[in-house]
Nanobody, 121 residues
Framework: QVQLVESGGGLVQAGGSLRLSCAAS????????MGWYRQAPGKQREMVAT???????NCADSVKGRFTISRDNAKNTVYLQMNSLKPEDTAVYYC???????????????WGQGTQVTVSS
């Protein structure tokens, strides 16, 4: 089992910044990918940004130039720096990971509990 602990959500005015963090712990042999998804009320969950173990990043077009994903491999932690926030960024943000676990074959995916980000206009 792998646990994901998120932090950093909150309420911010439009144009402001927030930084989300997500730390993975547990039966980890190798983290293949970490990232962030979000889900706004009445909408489907969507990918925000991901980063592989090698550092390759992928960001949704809606956040390019405003959000930056980074990762501390030594701490098994991923960060999402969110700048120039807009009201449409309001959502629950979920941490996501794909890992290889000690003693197990294959890869497994896990989700965090989610952290609320609210951007006021």
């Amino acid at each position: 089992q792998v646990q994901l602990v998120e932090s950093g959500g909150g309420l911010v005015q439009a144009g402001g910044s927030l930084r989300l963090s997500c730390a993975a712990s547990g039966n980890i042999f190798n983290i293949k990918l970490m990232g962030w998804y979000r889900q706004a009320p009445g909408k489907q969950r969507e990918m925000v940004a991901t980063i592989t173990g090698g550092g390759t990043t992928n960001c949704a077009d809606s956040v390019k130039g405003r959000f930056t994903i980074s990762r501390d491999n030594a701490k098994n932690t991923v960060y999402l720096q969110m700048n120039s926030l807009k009201p449409e960024d309001t959502a629950v943000y979920y941490c996501y990971t794909i890992v290889q676990e000690l003693g197990l074959m294959g890869s497994y995916q896990y989700w965090g509990q989610g952290t609320q980000v609210t951007v006021s206009s």
